[in-house]
């Protein structure tokens, strides 16, 4: 396996910036702060749309996770390519369940 990664990078060790510590407490503020956000969204009245904001701050909490704590900003293209067809796939899920459950009778 190593020999092909060094074929692949071409010998030589993929190396990225080591990420600082304020980076980290910037997205762990702002982590908090969108759960804060969707404490408070939970206890408004937004009709059909309270789902909608819900899953909004989620995909947003979600990729500031995956981004930052999971290193996947620093991987290959073809991981991110393989990464965005796997969200594609959930989203496709998410949207037939929905629309099984808005109109079923």
Same mark, same amino acid.
């Given at each position: 396996?190593?020999e092909m990664?060094?074929?692949?990078?071409?010998?030589?060790?993929?190396?990225?910036?080591?990420?600082?510590?304020?980076r980290y407490?910037?997205?762990?503020?702002?982590? !908090? &702060?969108?759960?804060?956000?969707?404490?408070?969204?939970?206890?408004?009245?937004? &009709?059909?749309?309270?789902?909608?904001?819900?899953?909004?701050?989620?995909?947003?909490?979600?990729?500031?996770?995956?981004?930052?704590?999971?290193?996947?900003?620093?991987?290959?293209?073809?991981?991110?390519?393989?990464?965005?067809?796997?969200?594609? !796939?959930?989203?496709?899920?998410?949207?037939?369940?929905?629309?099984?459950?808005?109109?079923?009778?």
């Amino acid at each position: 396996m190593s020999e092909m990664i060094n074929e692949v990078n071409g010998g030589k060790p993929k190396i990225h910036e080591p990420i600082s510590y304020g980076r980290y407490v910037l997205v762990w503020l702002g982590l !908090t &702060a969108l759960t804060c956000i969707t404490a408070v969204v939970a206890g408004i009245n937004l &009709a059909a749309f309270t789902l909608v904001v819900a899953l909004l701050i989620a995909v947003t909490k979600a990729s500031m996770v995956v981004s930052i704590f999971m290193h996947v900003k620093f991987e290959d293209k073809i991981f991110k390519v393989f990464l965005g067809i796997a969200g594609f !796939t959930i989203c496709v899920i998410f949207t037939l369940t929905f629309m099984d459950v808005f109109f079923r009778r």
